[in-house]
Structure formats: C-alpha cells, structure tokens
C-alpha cells in the first residue's frame, strides 16, 4: 500500500513506474482488498484456538476479484498511450470509475474493522468461561488496537467521501483533500507505530479460547451425580484451584471431563461461569487461610499468591465484592466467628 501511494502522489515514483510498464501502476492497489480480510482472520486467528482456514473463506477474495475484472475493462484494456496519458495528467485520481473503485476499497476496509472489533467485544465476553486468571491489559491492548484500525481506516474512507463529492459536483476541495491526505499519513504512521511499543513493551500473549458457545443440548446427561463430585472433589486439590494459568481447557484434563461438559455443568449446575467459580473457591480458601491463627506468619500477598491470584487488585476486588470486607478487615473481624473461613466448599 505504501509503494502504491508513493507511485499514485509522487511524481518521481510515477514517472519511473511508467519506464517500467504502466501496467503496474495498480500493482500496489489490490493490497487494499486484501488488509481487511487479512486483519479479520488474524483477529480470528489470535482469539480462537479452533480457527482453521476454510472454503467459504475465500468469499473474502471476491471484492479482489471484482475489482481485478473492473481494472481489466476500465484501464488494461486501453492502449498504451490512454494509460500513460491518464497517469501523467493524475486525471485517473480524481475520475470515474477509478474513484469508485477507490471508494469501494476503502468502505470495505471499515466493514472489516467493525467486524474485527466485534469479534474482540464478543472474546471479552465469553472470556471468563474458559479462563480464571484474565489479563485485563490484553483485552485493552485488542480493543485499543482495532478502535484505532477503525479511526484510520474511517479517515481514509472520509477522504474518499469528500473526493466523491467533489466528482459529483465537479468541484474538488484541494486544500482539504490534502490536509486529510497528510494527516491520514502521519496518524498511520504515529499510531502504528506506538501499538507495536505497546504490544512488545506493556502485554502478554493473549490467551486463546474456543469460537463456538456452548449449548445445552447435552446438558442432563452431563449433569450427573459422578460429575458434579468429581469437579467439587478436584477443586479440594491446591494443585488445582491454585494454579495460576489455570484454564477451562486444563481443569477439563485434570477432572477428566470434556471442557464443552464442563463449561455446561458450570453454567447449569453452579449457575456460574470459569472465572467464577475458580475464584470463587480461591476466595473460600483466602477466608480460611485469614480467619486461622495457624496463618498469621502469612502476609495477605502470601496469601493470595498461595490460592492462585496474580493480581493483588484482582483479589481485593473480588475479595470485597464477595464478602463484603478487604482482605485486611476481614482477617481482624473473622476471628470472632466460629465459621469464618467456610463456604460452599471444605477448606483445604
């Protein structure tokens, strides 16, 4: 894309593309019908660990095609000379059916970037079905990414919007158009370039999950007897309630039950997601743990490192929205009753 805009505005660049061939002049365009669909899987891609390529993917190269036919009619098939004339004079930058096709492009752009975000909203969303421990900062960094390839990609589109109204009114606003041209330059260039910082200085990898939700259709038959005490069994086990990257997929492999069977008996039987009931159960152990004398060599840090916490403000969050205390009030009050540290679980 950027060889294109630098062969479509500079006039050197243009002048030897046409030494060249004039017929590479769009060369560099198709990589507009291309980034969408290429941010859209990779979005799909880095979120689900089920994604695999498949036929019906290839619609997303059908504008690409389209255009290609377009381009053969309207430019490949002039002469030589209609090509050069339209390049030197930049008549093709401001014309039908070029503007269109210009147009078209970048509409397409926004669509995908909506479609990215969506898929980064609805991730967010079901995030806590399948992992206890969620990095906040991920999910920031995703959004944050794909609002800002939505900005620049609506920036483009508006420059083209105010190019079709000049065509239509056969009036072209220069000084505007260039002002948005250079400004969608440099914010391309600045915002790009402060998410990769960001990406490879501040987040983690982001923590992948299954694209397909869970239905119910097989929820008696793995609501059993046999699987609700293996799971209430299992999460007696520090081993496994306090592993700090715990997730959906590998309490399914210790209990031994597929993860689908589990997220639905979850959902049916504890009325409640992963996340909340790991850390749940977390927290029945940090009451415990503060509500027992036999703990006072342990700081409250220790303790919500010991239970499977990496955040200290995730634990005093969901600390205090559970009991109704911090951590710290809880320990100097829960010692005046018998039952401090048990809940729906027995201790361990």
């Known amino acids: 894309m950027a060889l294109h805009e630098l062969v479509f505005w500079g006039k050197e660049f243009r002048l030897w593309m046409l030494d060249v061939s004039p017929n590479l002049f769009f060369l560099g365009s198709y990589a507009y019908y291309l980034d969408g669909p290429f941010l859209f899987l990779f979005v799909r891609a880095l979120l689900y660990k089920d ?31 209609d090509k050069v004339q339209l390049i030197e004079t930049q008549h093709i930058a401001y014309s039908s059916p070029f503007l269109y096709f210009d147009a078209a492009s970048k509409y397409l752009r926004v669509g995908y970037a909506l479609f990215g975000l969506a898929l980064v909203w609805r991730y967010g969303l079901r995030l806590q079905d399948s992992v206890a421990n969620i990095n906040r900062q991920d999910l920031v960094w995703l959004k944050a990414m794909m609002l800002t390839i939505l900005l620049l990609y609506c920036l483009d589109a508006l420059l083209l919007t105010v190019k079709l109204h000049g065509l239509v009114t056969q009036n072209f606003n220069m000084d505007l158009l260039n002002d948005l041209g250079v400004s969608a330059y440099h914010l391309n260039f600045l915002a790009i370039n402060v998410l990769v910082l960001l990406k490879f200085s501040r987040f983690d990898t982001v923590e992948a999950i299954d694209s397909e939700t869970n239905s119910g259709q097989d929820t008696e038959d793995a609501m059993t007897a046999e699987w609700v005490q293996r799971i209430e069994q299992g999460m007696q086990d520090p081993a496994v309630y306090a592993l700090p ?29 992963f996340y909340e009931f790991v850390n749940r159960r977390r927290i029945e152990v940090a009451k415990a743990r503060l509500a027992d004398p036999a703990f006072d060599h342990q700081s409250i840090t220790d ?43 027995q201790s361990h």
């Open 51 to 81: 994604f695999a390529l498949k036929r019906v993917d290839l619609l997303h190269l059908l504008p690409l095609a389209l255009y290609a036919f377009l381009l053969v009619v309207a430019f490949y098939g002039l002469s030589a000379a």
């Open 245 to 273: 990257n715990i997730s959906l997929d590998k309490l399914a492999d210790a209990l031994d039950i597929p993860a689908r069977k589990l997220s639905q008996i979850l959902k049916h039987h504890f009325d409640t997601n």
């Open 303 to 345: 303790i919500f490192y010991d239970v499977g916490f990496n955040s200290k403000s995730v634990f005093n969050t969901f600390f205090k929205r559970m009991v109704g205390q911090t951590p710290s009030q809880y320990r100097e009050t829960s010692r005046r009753e018998p039952d401090g540290g048990k809940g729906i679980f």
